[in-house]
């Protein structure tokens, strides 16, 4: 059974953890999720009530439809970034972007929630590379293996040396 096989008494759970971190090691996950997480306010709050008490704050702009298309574009980005990250430069520029339009058209940027969100995901994205494959020793094959150096004993029959690692020579420098 190897490493990455799940075991016979794993939990489905360790199971699908394991495999969900292998997913995420291999793409730009935190900067789709601060993308998605930044185009949510700027789509939502211009068209949403707020209620404190019995008072109802209204913020409802005429730049509404502009706020959601941005909305809905960096949420796409941010699944982009996800599943298609090939394009994480541009998919970071353009997230950045529209950050960068939401704040005069959708009420600051999501009073500046969904702005900051949108421009660390944009950065995240670009700046993202992945990570060096675990460098793996080749197998050797049998004409490649050496046996190890046998003991040697000094002719006035002293302690047991083994040879050097460079074949028994010394060097002079």
Known sequence: MSADAPGQNDHFVKVYRRKFRAWRGTRPFWAGLFTILGGIPIAYLPYGDIKLGNVTLAMATTAGAGSLIIGVLLVTLGL???FHHIVKVFAGVAAILL???SIPVSNLGGFLIGFLLAMIGGALSISWAPGAPAAQEPAKTDAQ???DPAPHTD?????DHTLETNGGRHSAG
């Open 80 to 82: 982009t970034m996800w």
């Open 99 to 101: 950050a960068l339009i």
């Open 145 to 147: 293996t050496e046996p």
């Open 155 to 159: 002719d006035d029959g002293g302690a």
